[in-house]
């Protein structure tokens, strides 16, 4: 079964992070220069003090418009994150982020802030298994 420690010596261990301080502009522009659907956002407290994602940005927008690209991250991050550690199974995966609506899971292990999971890793891990048990049930029938 595949855990999110598999996923990370994939993917690797970048998590890009941004400071509760900054502004929402700033966080569009790593969020475009990166590709990436979210920021882990840090302060005071670590590993991380909340998560900003695209979605947040869209919404704030949606609600008070263009504006709110000069407030600080931390009027928008949530602060309610839910994270999982390196043993989390994909499975567990799957189900944590389909009962929370979320798409992204920072990786916690011993206070220390380790990855950042996203439904797509999710996602590729899960067609990798699928593809391998279809190889080897492929494998055994042809071996009889």
Do not use: F, W
Not at 26 to 37: K, P, Y
Not at 74 to 99: H, R
């Amino acid at each position: 079964m595949t855990r999110v420690t598999n996923i990370l010596d994939t993917k690797g261990h970048d998590v890009a992070t941004i400071s509760q301080e900054r502004t929402v502009r700033d966080a569009v522009e790593i969020l475009r220069e990166r590709g990436i659907g979210a920021l882990v956002v840090t302060g005071a407290s670590p590993p991380l003090v909340g998560i900003l994602s695209e979605r947040d940005v869209v919404r704030a927008l949606a609600r008070y418009g263009e504006n709110v690209l000069d407030l600080k991250v931390a009027a928008l991050m949530s602060t309610e994150v839910t994270s999982c550690n390196a043993n989390t199974s994909v499975i567990d995966l799957m189900g944590l982020m389909t009962s929370l609506r979320i798409r992204h899971l920072p990786v916690v292990d011993e206070a220390s802030l380790i990855g950042l999971i996203s439904i797509g890793d999710v996602v590729k891990a899960r067609l990798d298994e699928l593809e391998l048990e279809r190889k080897n049930l492929l494998d055994y029938v042809s071996a009889r």
